[in-house]
């Protein structure tokens, strides 16, 4: 197909295209009363969310405990009570960061170049953001389960294994849009 | 509602249906499906919409519906590209009464571009459309002449795809 034949074929598309423009409106409507968010405002709205709830988790560890008993020496005590203090801070911090990260993705404002870069950045510290609290997060439910008696070993257990699991797919996920977005740009840059 | 807030969503619903056919049409050569192709539209729409407070009208109001759509689709397109679903696609799209070789140069002409990486497809869809290229490179973030230079080499790779 000549340069010229791929113009003409791309102006062809307005009229097919055409057909679409009345679904516009009705996204239009929905989107001016508010039914419809982005998917980057519905992160930002849980991560504050999860801002204001996880101190919250500090109170109730220390109590459940005190409940549950714990069956250890006092090395491991402090072990544990130091892991409940990093796994509840880091995430935390993890998710207020996020907040302000978001921040920094400006589409409206950006070139493609920038956005993409952008993009690219918040990517990447999700990414870390939640693979760090996942290892932080196994380590912790590994000393508390073997802490406390083997009911609750099980439970830990299983649970480590299933937020393994659970991390590992994101993180594999979160690795290949990342590798994408920044084959993209490599090669635009090897260009320049 | 207050003025301002009038204002805004007459903006918003005047913007929408003089540029719908152009946001329809950058969604649809980054789109690898219709729900693919549903999504971008209504990210892209939404980001026009929290954008119009910001734009000061610096630039044209083309041009800054250019660069929202664009952004939009090249951060946050994500699905890898199955060309199976473009049939669902371009059934949705292409009307019924078009020829069955109008509808295969169609589909041949989005294939060739969906090709390039998503920074020079949107070189290319730009040039399409023929924006001056001083806007080019204002949306893209580069010089005139890195415009002009970037452009020739995506259409060398478009030509030698074409043919081969």
Redesign the interface.
């Known amino acids: 197909m000549e340069l010229d034949e791929l113009k003409n074929k791309w102006k062809a598309l307005d009229e097919h295209i055409k057909s679409q423009d009345n679904k516009i409106q009705h996204l239009t409507d929905q989107i001016i009363a508010g039914k419809v968010k982005s998917p980057l405002d519905t992160l930002r709205r849980h991560c504050i969310i999860a801002a204001i709830f996880v101190p919250f988790m500090l109170p109730f560890f220390f109590w459940a405990y005190d409940f549950v008993g714990l069956t250890c020496g006092e090395s491991q005590k402090l072990l544990l009570y130091t892991l409940t203090w990093l796994f509840v801070g880091f995430t935390f911090v993890r998710e207020v960061y996020f907040v302000f990260d978001l921040k920094g993705i400006n589409i409206s404002k950006a070139t493609a170049v920038e956005s993409l870069q952008q993009t690219i950045r918040f990517r990447n510290h999700y990414k870390w953001g939640v693979t760090i609290d996942l290892i932080i997060g196994i380590v912790f439910l590994a000393v508390a389960f073997t802490s406390m008696n083997q009911m609750f070993m099980f439970g830990g257990i299983v649970g480590g294994i299933i937020g393994s699991l659970v991390g590992i797919k994101m993180y594999r996920f979160y690795n290949r849009t990342i590798n994408n977005l920044e084959s993209a740009l490599r090669e635009w840059n090897e260009e320049s | 509602m207050k003025v301002n807030e009038a204002q805004k969503?007459e903006q918003?619903?005047q913007c929408?249906?003089q540029y719908?056919?152009l946001?329809?049409?950058i969604c649809?050569m980054y789109a690898s499906d219709m729900d693919n192709f549903n999504d971008l539209?209504?990210?892209v729409?939404?980001?026009?919409?929290?954008?119009l407070e910001?734009?000061e009208n610096r630039a044209k109001l083309s041009t800054?519906i250019y660069?929202?759509s664009?952004?939009?689709c090249?951060?946050?397109t994500?699905k890898e590209r199955k060309y199976s679903s473009h049939d669902e696609l371009s059934d949705n799209?292409?009307?019924y009464d078009?020829s069955q070789e109008?509808m295969r140069?169609?589909k041949?002409?989005y294939q060739?571009?969906d090709r390039l990486?998503?920074?020079?497809k949107?070189l290319i869809l730009l040039w399409?459309?023929e924006v001056p290229y001083e806007e080019i490179g204002?949306?893209?973030?580069?010089s005139r002449n890195?415009v002009a230079s970037?452009l020739r080499?995506a259409?060398e790779k478009?030509?030698l795809m074409?043919n081969s």
Request: no cysteine.
């Open positions: 969503r918003f619903e929408t249906a719908s056919t946001i329809n049409k649809y539209r209504q990210e729409l939404i980001n026009v919409w929290q954008g910001g734009f800054w660069r929202v664009l952004n939009t090249i951060s946050f994500n799209i292409y009307s078009d109008h140069q169609l041949e002409m060739l571009i990486n998503r920074l020079d949107a399409l459309d204002s949306i893209m973030g580069i890195n970037r080499r259409k478009l030509t074409a």
